[in-house]
């Protein structure tokens, strides 16, 4: 299921700013943390790829239970 998102800009004298807002329930499946840093990759021109530290997965395998 995909979630349809607006690409924002804001322009000022000096700069200009992008943004794309994750949707709630985005976040929440991939369990973002508050003030977690990921890094973009550009796959190509059709793909943008969100890559998370190799420490932020390390703490999230952590919490997952067990297979038995």
Do not use: C
Not at 7 to 33: C, D, G, H, M, T
Not at 37 to 47: A, F, G, K, L, Y
């Amino acid at each position: 299921m995909g979630y349809p998102t607006k690409i924002q800009l804001i322009k000022r004298a000096k700069s200009e700013q992008w943004y794309v807002n994750f949707p709630a329930a985005v976040a929440q499946a991939i369990e973002f943390q508050q003030g977690e840093v990921v890094e973009w990759v550009i796959d190509d021109h059709q793909r943008l790829v969100l890559q998370r530290s190799d420490d932020s997965v390390k703490e999230l395998k952590k919490k997952l239970p067990r297979k038995v």
